[in-house]
């Protein structure tokens, strides 16, 4: 084989593969975005993805409903989003230290449900079956990746331009980015911050569990111990990447799902550099990402202020 | 802060911890028994009084080094990676001097390299942060998993000690057992070291010029700025003095307690000081001799929960559920009562800004 085929053939399986890997960390970065946007910065993201990893293998397993595993791990990652609520928000306490607690209980959660539930078995599941469209998906090259992917990919594709034009272009949208500005001047308006902030970091926590779900579920297919290694963080600095706007945060995922598929391909055709530097690599792009970014994106005025009513 | 409130937060630990408890009941044992069990076993005995406070040395020492920018209100998540870059210094300089210099020189040489080694590893993350306004809780804990599998790398290549090699059990050698920190009545020395850095931290935060300017960054950055404190410079020797702090308890770890360089593990919470540090320097108020008392407790925790599983079967995992939970009922302990009385006084004087807004 020569050396452009090979080219080739890798940056192809790099395109194929580059959706499915993107899918959790835009989840969770698009509830991430949303939440930061009305001024609370939820480093628990990582906890709450892996909550949902276990808790949508485990609903899987039982009742054998996809849709029920990703609903019911996206509503468990709800719960503690809602206790993230109850501290930052109506107790005013900092946002890093109660996402740090967050992302705690999730990680102990996640390690100690398996064992509870499975003991030391390994559980494996079967991935979201593609979807198929006669014709289409047959087509050469872009068929498999344009329109045979799993229909939580398309969903999330959904959930993402409905978002970017909730946030951009209604008068909701308009009420909570006023929200993460200054809460004080949203509240002369006749806006509830508390109401915006719970309802955002509501639906930060359900799409957080809906990313891990996907990670056990459709990429792994079992559930591994920490197994999001650092991916909820990655969707945080995300959206500092994407300085807030929802389709560069589509862009930034599919690049991440490139890092992904790239050095999980390469490690095989390169055996001679241990797979650890490869392993480092989501890290190191991230820092670079977010070096790059700095301090030009404009972030909301008040996050991760909490919001104490004063004149 | 008024007299009520460390009862206060002491009792919404209790809280946590008896909230915590209620997961027991997934693997069939009675929650307060269970957690009274777990307690018991890590302070009760003697034997889990030694190994509560060797387990105890890098966590105080981990969770004091992040208190120096945590005061400033620098949030350096990096203290894993800062003692894991630590740990490696030290063993490499430890294995590297074995037997060709006297103890006494290799362990202030491996002091001195790991104090080097973290500091190194806290460069980054404050550089972006300083120059480029990066979040530095991102950065930090990239360089985190950056380390974890820096040490994968060593301990299953270039640094694999041969007999371990032999035992498919990822470490280094071991450190030469002249080279090796002692133990006193099975406690090892380690934590003298612990201690007198926990006093001079708490010194260099309360009554020195450079501590006085860290809690006033902590308070607000434009009042230090006035006040003519250099941020910039503050913040770097902070932050290189946190992460050369880290570091040391890499060291303290490899000559006191581990004896060689260990595969550290993601999910595994007992490797992971510099995760569990964050938690022990909260609900210590950043207090660097409070912080000895919390690290106590928490090491204490996690022997129980070595009995309870190795008794009934049950997760390790559960540590990591009650740290958080003991974290996040201690902010409430803290909050709740000073949001009360604001509240009082602060109602009145909103209502009258709506007005005047609305007028």
Sequence with gaps: ?311 | MQIGKPLQIIFFIIIGLIISSFFLLASNVSPISGILYMLYSGFGTRIGVIATLNDSIPMIIVAIAIIIPFTAKFWNIGGQGQYLVGSIFATWIGLDLAGSMPPAIVIMAALLLSFVGGALWAFPPTAMKLYFGTNEVITTLMMNFVAVYLVDYLVSGPMEGALQRATHAPSSSTIPSPDQLFYLHGVNIGIVIAIVIAVAIFFLIRYTNFGYELRLMGNSNIAAQYAGAPLKRNMFQAMLLSGGIAGIAGMVQVFGLAHALLLSELSDITTSFGYVAIPIALIAFLNPLLTVISAIFFAGILNGAYVLEVVYGISLNLVIIIYGLIMIFAIMGVMINLNRVTKLFRRGRKNKLVEAAKN
């Design chain 1, 1 to 311: 084989m020569n050396f452009l085929s090979v080219l080739f053939i890798f940056s192809m399986a790099v395109i194929l593969g580059m959706p499915v890997r993107a899918a959790p960390i835009f989840a969770a970065a698009l509830g991430e975005n949303v939440d930061q946007q009305a001024g609370t910065l939820n480093l628990g993201v990582e906890g709450m993805m892996l909550l949902g990893t276990i808790v949508g293998l485990a609903v899987l397993v039982y009742t054998g409903s996809y849709l029920l595993a990703f609903l019911i791990a996206g509503l468990s990652a709800v719960l503690l989003g809602l206790f993230h609520g109850l501290v930052t928000i109506t107790l005013k306490a900092d946002q890093v230290v109660s996402g740090t607690a967050i992302w705690f209980i999730g990680w102990g959660l996640s390690g100690y449900i398996y064992t509870a539930l499975f003991k030391t078995t390994e559980i494996v599941v079967k991935p979201v079956p593609d979807i198929y469209i006669p014709y289409l998906t047959n087509l050469p090259y872009i068929g498999k990746f344009l329109f045979g992917e799993d229909p939580v990919i398309y969903l999330l594709l959904i959930a993402g331009i409905g978002i970017n034009f909730f946030l951009y272009h209604t008068k909701g949208g308009l009420n909570l980015r006023t929200v993460g500005e200054d809460p004080l001047v949203a509240e002369i308006m006749g806006v509830n911050p508390t109401l915006y902030r719970y309802a955002a970091i509501i639906f930060g926590g359900f799409m957080a569990g809906i990313g891990g779900a996907y990670l056990t579920i459709s990429i792994v297919g079992a559930f591994e111990f920490d197994m999001t290694a650092g991916m909820g963080f990655i969707a945080v600095a995300l959206v500092y990447f994407a300085k807030w706007k929802p389709y560069r945060l589509l862009l930034g995922s599919l690049a991440f799902g490139a890092v992904y598929v790239f050095y999980l391909t390469i490690e095989s055709y390169l055996p001679s550099i241990p797979y650890q530097f490869f392993e480092m690599l989501p890290y190191i792009v991230t820092m670079v990402l977010i070096l790059y970014v700095g301090s030009r994106a404009h972030a909301p005025a008040a996050l991760a202020m909490p919001y104490i009513k004063e004149g």
